[in-house]
């Protein structure tokens, strides 16, 4: 077992190490600049954690250290709930799955929503079989932990109430619930200080409410693929089909087959992002490795497609390192080439203060600049900066957009062309 912890831990820092920052994560650290306890887009968990990592290493590894240490520990957590016997199975389920994979080095909100769900897991297992204060104190941190990284977080606890009510009958749940809230407390105060601009954006403004068709299949389709590609289908059914032997595992069942049909549900009002389900990953992993496990054929191909799995996100890690193939709107474009192209824009603009257009750019400006970018929104979505109103004299506006007085053009990594813009004659 250590031995997976470490080649997962090391595979994932040489990523670390040499990818640059994607534009989320740069977004994200910019947040870590100006601590708080809450966030437009999200909780503050991943700011907080970006801080203590990036005060350690001032580079793309210190913003990600916390991301290798915790998808780590994840690991460890998931094999103390399995209770694992069969390390092959085990190894291929890790490396086969690709949410996972690119949650194991990329510093963003579902990372962190994945670990604390995993600490959660652990501990309520614990609470379930003996109610003590070390179980009852230990499963409100994980909880509020779990809140703090993404709100997504209480979907686990609705569904292990709907899985277990009988909960409800224990004197100590009320003290698991008032802990939490006080525990969650500061992220609440927040919230009304801000008029509940997180939640209304995450509910109402974030994708354009629309029933189409394609949104479901695409969200059906995505579920296959992240948690695969290859091996998707065995995984996901695996799952589903396990049928659980106690009061635990029918928790698990219960948010595996809960999460996945409450974002399909969501699906035919607006488009879901494949991640999305990232707080279903601990019981989909559980339940399927308790699936395969007893399954001889079902194991036997597994092995032989999982093999396939694994060795292809290796070919896709070496590929966002250095590409091997030429690809359209390749999505792994957006490590590379950020402080070339950050470079290439002061060469445009010389020594003066600039701004940028999209919350994106500004924040890869921003990190590889290392001086503060400005935002000015022109077709970009209510932001962080939005709620910051940064005041910055720049003379020069890098958008993506193109408006008038338009003196030069660059490629930006994963955005694609961007024009720099005199703002004094705009």
Not at 360 to 377: D, R
Request: with cysteine; proline share 3%.
């Amino acid at each position: 077992m250590i031995f997976i912890i470490l080649f997962w831990l090391i595979v994932n820092s040489i990523l670390a190490y040499f990818l640059k920052l994607a534009p989320d994560e740069a977004y994200y650290w910019v947040w870590s600049n100006y601590l708080s306890f809450g966030y437009f887009d999200h909780p503050p968990m991943v700011a907080l954690l970006i801080k203590i990592g990036h005060t350690i290493f001032k580079s793309e590894f210190g913003v990600r250290f916390a991301t290798l240490l915790l998808s780590s520990l994840t690991i460890y957590f998931v094999y103390r709930i399995s209770n694992v016997k069969n390390f092959i199975l085990f190894f291929l389920l890790i490396f086969s799955n690709l949410l996972l994979n690119a949650g194991g080095f990329i510093a963003v909100p579902d990372t962190f929503l994945v670990f604390f769900s995993s600490v959660y897991f652990y501990f309520l297992k614990r609470y379930i079989e003996k109610e003590n204060f070390s179980s009852i104190f230990l499963l409100s941190i994980s909880i509020s932990l779990m809140l703090y990284s993404k709100y997504h977080g209480i979907l686990i606890i609705l569904f292990t109430l709907f899985a277990l009510p009988k909960l409800f009958l224990r004197k100590s749940f009320y003290m698991v619930f008032l802990l939490s809230l006080i525990f969650y407390m500061p992220h609440i105060i927040w919230l009304f200080q801000n008029n509940f601009i997180t939640i209304k954006y995450q509910l109402l403004y974030r994708q354009g409410i629309d029933f189409n068709l394609y949104n479901v299949f695409d969200y059906i389709i995505g579920q296959f693929l992240v948690y695969g590609p290859i091996v998707g289908f065995i995984t996901i059914i695996s799952g589903f089909l396990y049928k659980p032997k106690d009061d635990f595992e029918k928790v698990l069942k219960y948010n595996l087959i809960g999460i996945f049909l409450f974002f399909l549900v969501f699906s035919f009002r607006n488009k879901i992002e494949a991640n999305w389900t990232s707080s279903l990953l601990v019981p989909l992993f559980i339940l399927s490795y308790n699936y395969i496990v007893q399954n001889e054929k079902i194991k036997k191909l597994f092995y032989k497609l999982a093999t396939l799995n694994t060795i292809l996100i290796f070919l896709v890690r070496l590929h966002t390192i250095y590409p091997i193939i030429n690809i359209n709107n390749d999505p792994t474009s957006q490590f590379r080439n950020w402080k070339e192209f950050a470079i290439k824009v002061r060469k445009k603009t010389g020594n003066s203060k600039i701004c940028a257009t999209n919350y994106q750019l500004t924040s890869e400006l921003w990190f590889y600049l290392k001086e503060k970018v400005g935002f000015i929104n022109i077709h970009s979505r209510e932001n962080q900066y939005s709620l910051w109103k940064f005041s910055i004299d720049c003379k020069y506006i890098v958008s993506h957009v193109k408006t008038s007085n338009v003196i030069d053009s660059l490629i930006a990594p994963y955005l694609g062309k961007v024009y720099i813009i005199s703002k004094m004659d705009h």
